[in-house]
């Protein structure tokens, strides 16, 4: 089945971007999701993006796949103390399929 | 609309006994998901359903049953609760067409 992987810890300075990084193994992953999980909290649709597009951009957040890789990442922009949470990669093969999540990134935001 | 909305948020269970986790949608959404997420890691599928009167099991479905008599419901059921089943449990739903699907706030659940 599908595997989906990620780093489990990113630590930045403040005003400094962030990177978080996905691999899939799927090829037929046509729907890649990233999400925010705030402690104690649910799960926050960040942004996501189709197989068919190289990129994304929305405000801070800017979203690259390299497809022929399998190979998803998150930019984050100017991070504040604000964006430190988990962030979770996942990917489905529809709108409608079951995701499959990577076990999350825990970002750390220093002031 | 409410969303997707479940109860109870938190709840503790002693081994062996049982429980219903609710899920309930209100976007009419055909398809409804169960997921759980155990502490440090990421979400995994338990039963998902296409449609009322149809579901099917994911990843994780061992000591866990649903069922989907309505579109809006779609209840998950433990029987016999283990230590194992302690984890936060998400549902999920989406629409035909919809590009994303909608979260519910989750239910904290501890078995002891």
């Known amino acids: 089945g599908e595997d989906v992987e990620q780093s489990l810890f990113l630590s930045v300075r403040e005003g400094d971007s962030s990177v978080i990084n996905c691999t899939y193994t799927?090829?037929?992953?046509?729907?890649l999701y990233w999400y925010k999980q705030e402690p104690g909290a649910g799960l926050q649709l960040l942004t996501y993006?189709?197989?068919?597009?190289d990129m994304k951009q929305d405000q801070r957040l800017t979203v690259l796949l390299n497809k022929k890789d399998k190979h998803l990442s998150l930019r984050i922009a100017d991070t504040q103390t604000g964006d430190s949470a988990i962030y979770f990669c996942?990917?489905?093969?529809?709108?409608?399929?079951?995701?499959?999540f990577g076990k999350g990134t825990r970002l750390s935001v220093i002031a | 609309n409410a969303g997707v909305t479940q109860t109870p948020k938190f709840r503790i269970l002693k081994i062996g006994q049982s429980m219903t986790l609710q899920c309930t949608q209100d976007?009419?959404?055909?398809?409804m998901y169960w997921y759980r997420q155990d502490p440090g890691m990421g979400l995994k599928l338990i039963y998902y359903?296409?449609?009322?009167?149809?579901?099917d099991k994911g990843e994780v479905p061992n000591g866990y049953n649903v069922s989907r008599s309505t579109t809006e419901d779609f209840p998950l059921r433990l029987e016999l609760a283990a230590p194992s089943q302690t984890s936060v449990y998400f549902c999920?739903?989406?629409?035909?067409?919809?590009?994303?699907?909608?979260f519910g706030p989750g239910t904290r659940l501890t078995v002891l």
């Open positions: 993006i189709f197989s068919n597009m």
């Open positions: 976007m009419n959404h055909n398809y």
């Open positions: 996942a990917v489905a093969d529809s709108g409608n399929t079951p995701l499959v």
């Open positions: 799927d090829s037929s992953s046509t729907y």
């Open positions: 359903s296409v449609g009322a009167g149809i579901t």
């Open positions: 999920a739903s989406s629409g035909l067409g919809t590009d994303t699907q909608y």
